[in-house]
């Protein structure tokens, strides 16, 4: 761990690599040189004939296998869409209805995947870079694949549990628990909502005979349902009846619940079934490990045929298995998708992050990341403050449930309070990024000098802890530049949340994962007077996987720490600790949570927990005063990095487009004339209404255009258009396949002002 100037913050000793799986210079080809001329001459026969050039590399891009097999690890439908439309004649363009959309969905797909650095598989392989050295060191190694771990999602591994538990054979040896989220209050059973907002609590019914509560009081997780029976002297059916009608009130996890938040959830399944006696455990164990060698052979497979007709076999005997389709939520960014998640890491020999780049992240961008900062940081005191008032006024200073806090909240109106009192400051808040935003919105950059930035910052009052990862991008036109600091470093994002280096399968891929784990588990551990949790949520997307490595609050489901370092949210109490309001707990003391028990970051300015999490931020917009309204904003940078790349808001149509036609001609020099009038820079990155994420667009790539001119018609809100930053010809990453865009995320922490001194350096 690195000590960074500027009050309590460190830094990880390991960085993430996010970068592309296929190089920049494949979207580059959808570059036609003619379609400048020919919409400036306003021909429409040779805007159509740049159109149709622009069709014809497209389609020879897309038959690609390799492209063809990355498209399938996203979506089954997609890929059959794609294969089919790059295997016919490529004729005279996109004159059939699906040609055009298929030529469009083609086009989202390169885009994506040669200029944003996601991850899945070597669509966007990362790679585990070392924070420290001399220099910048970049070895890509010999040409290679990427190395690929493959993974059961947890969805479908639940599926299978399922069905293993519907076993005759096995339900003896199941182990019932009391949910989590399950309370007792004055002999009346509840459960507590955590995850929604607001949160409410629900009457359970609650058992309802000897034998449902005498099994209830023994839900522990450990006795087995065999165990209950001998125990209660009653028959094993009746037992089994018993906590069915349990589950059913909502009070008891049975059959085999797959904790929330593993890497790898079918390792986990194998070894519970492992652990079963006799002849029960060795069949299903039996079952498990043919899946497991369809799993490994679809990992180790190359080549398009291969991967797809084994992934297709696993999802066959899947389907047979648990009588379940094998693919969910196709093509969706945070979806689980099929049966497997995969990722990837570049074949690269070494990575090393020193020199003059080391330099900068310690002593240039803690206060920069101060004044990220600044008002999320207000925002949390005044929530804290009125949580705090309102407990007062309604307990006192006793010790209370949180389940009751909670219902208490939700019945007083709290929320619109909080709520009422955030708008105020996402309005007039202490921001000085909004204040240069705003200051000159015309202008296309502004810059405050290094000085104006540690002066402004020093005046943030951090005066809580911090788990955050910092996106930096670093633009320069070679590895030499970066050596001699002649490079400019561009913020991303900073997420104040949970540990966004543990997240996901990248864990999985570090060449040292138990090293890395251990050091940012015990930094962590030395911010905050008390114990920092994770808290335990619902598992419906592949990215709520998680290393474990803090002590966990099972707020929803099952954890996967210890049992001794993992307590249910129905044990917590809500006190004041030396006049602060604590969130304490019977095992683990006064506990922290990475972040509050909801399904969703919008509703957390309204919730109750503001006082027992840290510093947060989620997006971009959580640095910002409201600028949703302003159609231009400028380039920000403070010193030598810039904090807000320039971005214009463009109105959608006033009037019903009519029927859209694709890959016409008039779209072209529409949207020609748009970037002419706007000033916008050849190469931008789009956010359309309901897109997940931003669209890489060049104007003089002519199939991009027209995704551009769809969307846009479409959209019935402001589209916003940002500037590419770094620009192509700053993309200094190159290994054998070419340059690629890429972004670095450093871990960093930030002590409480009482423990600025004690976090492990």
Same mark, same amino acid.
């Given at each position: 761990?690195?000590?960074?100037?500027?009050?309590?913050?460190?830094?990880?000793?390991?960085?993430?690599?996010?970068?592309?799986?296929?190089?920049?210079?494949?979207?580059?080809?959808?570059?036609?040189?003619?379609?400048?001329?020919?919409?400036?001459?306003?021909?429409?026969?040779?805007?159509?004939?740049?159109?149709?050039?622009?069709?014809?590399?497209?389609?020879?891009?897309?038959?690609?296998?390799?492209?063809?097999?990355?498209?399938?690890?996203?979506?089954?439908?997609?890929?059959?869409?794609?294969?089919?439309?790059?295997?016919?004649?490529?004729?005279?363009?996109?004159?059939?209805?699906?040609?055009?959309?298929?030529?469009?969905?083609?086009?989202?797909?390169?885009?994506?995947?040669?200029?944003?650095?996601?991850?899945?598989?070597?669509?966007?392989?990362?790679?585990?870079?070392?924070?420290?050295?001399?220099?910048?060191?970049?070895?890509?190694?010999?040409?290679?694949?990427?190395?690929?771990?493959?993974?059961?999602?947890?969805?479908?591994?639940?599926?299978?549990?399922?069905?293993?538990?519907?076993?005759? !054979?096995?339900?003896?040896?199941?182990?019932?628990?009391?949910?989590?989220?399950?309370?007792?209050?004055?002999?009346?059973?509840?459960?507590?909502?955590?995850?929604?907002?607001?949160?409410?609590?629900?009457?359970?019914?609650?058992?309802?005979?000897?034998?449902?509560?005498?099994?209830?009081?023994?839900?522990?997780?450990?006795?087995?349902?065999?165990?209950?029976?001998?125990?209660?002297?009653?028959?094993?059916?009746?037992?089994?009846?018993?906590?069915?009608?349990?589950?059913?009130?909502?009070?008891?996890?049975?059959?085999?619940?797959?904790?929330?938040?593993?890497?790898?959830?079918?390792?986990?399944?194998?070894?519970?079934?492992?652990?079963?006696?006799?002849?029960?455990?060795?069949?299903?164990?039996?079952?498990?490990?043919?899946?497991?060698?369809? !799993?490994?052979?679809?990992?180790?497979?190359?080549?398009?045929?291969?991967?797809?007709?084994?992934?297709?076999?696993?999802?066959?005997?899947?389907?047979?298995?648990?009588?379940?389709?094998?693919?969910?939520?196709?093509?969706?960014?945070?979806?689980?998708?099929?049966?497997?998640?995969?990722?990837?890491?570049?074949?690269?020999?070494?990575?090393?992050?020193?020199?003059?780049?080391?330099?900068?992240?310690?002593?240039?961008?803690?206060?920069?990341?101060?004044?990220?900062?600044?008002?999320?940081?207000?925002?949390?005191?005044?929530?804290?403050?009125?949580?705090?008032?309102?407990?007062?006024?309604?307990?006192?200073?006793?010790?209370?449930?949180?389940?009751?806090?909670?219902?208490?909240?939700?019945?007083?109106?709290?929320?619109?309070?909080?709520?009422?009192?955030?708008?105020?400051?996402?309005?007039?808040?202490?921001?000085?990024?909004?204040?240069?935003?705003?200051?000159?919105?015309?202008?296309?950059?502004?810059?405050?000098?290094?000085?104006?930035?540690?002066?402004?910052?020093?005046?943030?009052?951090?005066?809580?802890?911090?788990?955050?990862?910092?996106?930096?991008?670093?633009?320069?036109?070679?590895?030499?530049?970066?050596?001699?600091?002649?490079?400019?470093?561009?913020?991303?994002?900073?997420?104040?949340?949970?540990?966004?280096?543990?997240?996901?399968?990248?864990?999985?891929?570090?060449?040292?994962?138990?090293?890395?784990?251990?050091?940012?588990?015990?930094?962590?551990?030395?911010?905050?007077?008390?114990?920092?949790?994770?808290?335990?949520?619902?598992?419906?997307?592949?990215?709520?996987?998680?290393?474990?490595?803090?002590?966990?609050?099972?707020?929803?489901?099952?954890?996967?720490?210890?049992?001794?370092?993992?307590?249910?949210?129905?044990?917590?109490?809500?006190?004041?600790?030396?006049?602060?309001?604590?969130?304490?707990?019977?095992?683990?003391?006064?506990?922290?949570?990475?972040?509050?028990?909801?399904?969703?970051?919008?509703?957390?300015?309204?919730?109750?927990?503001?006082?027992?999490?840290?510093?947060?931020?989620?997006?971009?917009?959580?640095?910002?005063?409201?600028?949703?309204?302003?159609?231009?904003?400028?380039?920000?940078?403070?010193?030598?990095?810039?904090?807000?790349?320039? !971005?214009?808001?463009?109105?959608?149509?006033?009037?019903?487009?009519?029927?859209?036609?694709?890959?016409?001609?008039?779209?072209?020099?529409?949207?020609?004339?748009?970037?002419?009038?706007?000033?916008?820079?050849?190469?931008?990155?789009?956010?359309?209404?309901?897109?997940?994420?931003?669209?890489?667009?060049?104007?003089?790539?002519?199939?991009?255009?027209?995704?551009?001119?769809?969307?846009?018609?479409?959209?019935?809100?402001?589209?916003?258009?940002?500037?590419?930053?770094?620009?192509?010809?700053?993309?200094?990453?190159?290994?054998?396949?070419?340059?690629?865009?890429?972004?670095?995320?450093?871990?960093?922490?930030?002590?409480?002002?009482?423990?600025?001194?004690?976090?492990?350096?």
């Amino acid at each position: 761990m690195n000590a960074m100037a500027g009050g309590g913050w460190h830094l990880a000793s390991s960085a993430l690599v996010k970068s592309t799986g296929f190089p920049f210079e494949l979207v580059e080809e959808l570059v036609v040189p003619a379609l400048a001329t020919a919409t400036a001459s306003g021909d429409p026969a040779a805007v159509a004939d740049a159109v149709d050039e622009g069709i014809r590399r497209l389609r020879q891009i897309g038959s690609d296998e390799r492209f063809l097999e990355a498209v399938l690890l996203s979506s089954r439908d997609a890929f059959q869409q794609l294969q089919r439309w790059s295997s016919t004649s490529s004729g005279s363009g996109g004159t059939r209805s699906d040609d055009r959309r298929r030529a469009h969905l083609c086009a989202m797909y390169l885009q994506r995947m040669c200029t944003k650095n996601e991850s899945t598989s070597f669509f966007g392989p990362v790679f585990w870079a070392v924070v420290g050295g001399p220099a910048v060191v970049f070895d890509p190694g010999e040409p290679g694949r990427a190395v690929l771990q493959t993974y059961w999602t947890h969805w479908a591994t639940q599926a299978l549990a399922d069905v293993v538990a519907t076993d005759p !054979t096995v339900q003896p040896e199941l182990r019932p628990l009391i949910r989590p989220d399950a309370v007792c209050r004055d002999g009346a059973w509840w459960r507590v909502g955590y995850g929604d907002h607001p949160i409410l609590l629900e009457r359970a019914e609650g058992p309802s005979t000897h034998l449902q509560r005498y099994v209830l009081d023994r839900c522990d997780g450990v006795r087995t349902v065999a165990d209950h029976a001998a125990e209660a002297g009653a028959p094993l059916d009746d037992v089994l009846d018993a906590i069915d009608l349990l589950a059913k009130d909502g009070l008891v996890l049975t059959g085999i619940p797959v904790p929330a938040g593993l890497i790898d959830p079918f390792g986990w399944l194998r070894s519970v079934v492992a652990a079963m006696p006799g002849d029960v455990g060795t069949r299903w164990v039996a079952v498990l490990d043919s899946l497991a060698e369809q !799993t490994a052979a679809v990992s180790g497979a190359i080549g398009l045929g291969a991967r797809r007709d084994l992934r297709d076999a696993l999802a066959s005997t899947f389907t047979t298995r648990t009588g379940m389709p094998a693919e969910r939520n196709a093509g969706r960014h945070y979806a689980d998708r099929s049966v497997l998640v995969e990722d990837g890491a570049f074949p690269w020999s070494r990575f090393d992050l020193g020199g003059e780049l080391r330099t900068y992240v310690k002593t240039e961008l803690p206060p920069v990341l101060d004044l990220f900062f600044e008002l999320p940081l207000a925002r949390r005191r005044r929530r804290v403050s009125l949580v705090e008032e309102w407990f007062t006024a309604r307990f006192g200073r006793r010790s209370v449930p949180l389940d009751v806090v909670a219902a208490a909240a939700a019945e007083s109106g709290l929320a619109s309070r909080l709520c009422a009192a955030d708008d105020e400051l996402v309005r007039c808040g202490p921001s000085a990024i909004s204040d240069l935003l705003l200051a000159e919105p015309d202008r296309p950059a502004v810059t405050w000098s290094r000085e104006q930035v540690e002066t402004r910052a020093a005046a943030v009052d951090f005066d809580t802890w911090c788990v955050a990862g910092a996106d930096i991008f670093f633009a320069a036109p070679d590895i030499e530049s970066i050596n001699q600091g002649a490079f400019t470093p561009v913020v991303g994002e900073v997420h104040g949340l949970h540990d966004q280096l543990l997240q996901g399968l990248w864990p999985a891929l570090h060449p040292d994962r138990v090293a890395m784990e251990q050091e940012i588990g015990a930094v962590v551990q030395g911010l905050a007077e008390g114990t920092i949790c994770d808290p335990v949520l619902g598992h419906w997307r592949k990215t709520m996987a998680r290393s474990d490595v803090l002590p966990q609050i099972e707020f929803l489901t099952v954890g996967t720490s210890p049992t001794a370092s993992r307590s249910r949210s129905a044990d917590l109490t809500v006190a004041f600790v030396d006049d602060e309001l604590a969130l304490l707990c019977p095992r683990l003391g006064r506990v922290f949570l990475t972040r509050p028990p909801l399904h969703s970051w919008d509703d957390e300015h309204e919730s109750i927990f503001a006082p027992f999490t840290g510093a947060r931020i989620v997006c971009a917009e959580d640095v910002l005063r409201d600028v949703a309204a302003v159609p231009h904003l400028p380039r920000v940078t403070l010193g030598r990095t810039v904090v807000h790349r320039e !971005t214009w808001r463009l109105a959608p149509p006033r009037s019903d487009p009519g029927r859209w036609r694709s890959l016409q001609p008039e779209n072209q020099t529409r949207v020609q004339r748009l970037w002419d009038e706007r000033g916008l820079p050849d190469q931008v990155y789009a956010k359309f209404p309901g897109q997940p994420k931003p669209v890489f667009v060049d104007r003089n790539a002519p199939v991009l255009v027209d995704v551009f001119a769809r969307h846009l018609t479409r959209a019935t809100d402001a589209v916003t258009v940002t500037e590419m930053l770094p620009a192509p010809t700053d993309l200094w990453l190159r290994d054998h396949t070419g340059r690629h865009t890429s972004e670095f995320r450093f871990g960093c922490y930030r002590a409480a002002p009482s423990h600025a001194r004690e976090v492990v350096s």
